[in-house]
């Protein structure tokens, strides 16, 4: 059991590996992962992007709209999931009670310190129903949406990382509740209030990675320019102030 908890771990770090990667390269993120060893988690008729352990659960994104058990055929055995679901990481078994549901593909998922909220970012605009554009948070435990947490942002998200009460966005938005953002915003984690960080990417950030210790944010994307200085697809910033950085970053 041990063995396969270790395999479903390195297969979600190999996730987030591969999405930098791509990302740095200007590709879609995860676009294929490949495996040597076949995993018996829950499959999904479409595609997942990204991935979250918490304790012993694993949390997915990505556009799909029905997950099934591993070993069963395509179209059999069909349980509906709106782009989102969570797993057993032991087992590998779908987690019945937890069933958020987006309304378009979510491209990034990561949870709070204490993994009591999972944050997803992406395409949607509304979760279960209720508007969240584009970045929304989840209890961890029953999926309801958080209601005291509703940014919003005008375009999608397709990286997060939260480092303290702080939640890091990258993508291709320029706004977000009409302040503008150029493609990098931060907002408290508690209740979504956009935050004074704001670096600026000429074009599409699509992944972020935060150094605490270093005080530094590290982005990969599409983008030319960063705060007006030439950077090409990859470059630091401020943790803090948003301010750009030498490159290499180390």
Not at 146 to 164: C, E, H
Request: aromatic letters at 6%; a positive charge; hydrophobic letters at 50%.
């Amino acid at each position: 059991m041990m063995g396969l908890v270790s395999r479903l771990r390195r297969a979600v770090v190999g996730v987030v590996v591969a999405t930098l990667g791509a990302a740095v390269a200007g590709m879609a993120p995860a676009a294929a992962i490949a495996s040597t060893t076949a995993l018996p988690t829950v499959q999904v008729d479409g595609v997942v992007w990204s991935q979250v352990i918490v304790g012993n659960r694993v949390y997915a994104t990505g556009m799909f709209s029905t997950a099934r058990p591993a070993g069963a055929a395509a179209g059999t055995s069909l349980t509906p999931r709106s782009n989102i679901l969570a797993y057993d990481l032991t087992t590998g078994a779908l987690i019945p009670s937890w069933a958020p549901s987006l309304n378009a593909q979510g491209l990034s998922i990561t949870a709070s310190a204490d993994g009591s909220r999972i944050y997803v970012g992406g395409d949607f605009t509304a979760v279960d129903g209720v508007t969240r554009n584009r970045l929304v948070a989840l209890d961890a435990t029953t999926g309801a949406v958080i209601t005291a947490f509703r940014p919003g942002v005008n375009g999608t998200v397709r990286s997060l990382q939260v480092v303290g009460d702080v939640v890091y966005a990258g993508g291709l938005f320029t706004s977000t509740g009409g302040v503008a953002r150029g493609r990098l915003a931060a907002f408290s984690a508690t209740n979504g209030a956009l935050l004074s960080w704001a670096p600026t990417a000429n074009l599409g950030v699509r992944a972020l990675l935060a150094l605490p210790a270093r005080n530094k944010v590290i982005i990969a994307g599409s983008f030319g320019t960063v705060n007006g200085v030439t950077q090409r697809g990859t470059a630091a910033v401020d943790l803090t102030t948003g301010a750009g950085l030498a490159w290499p970053p180390i």
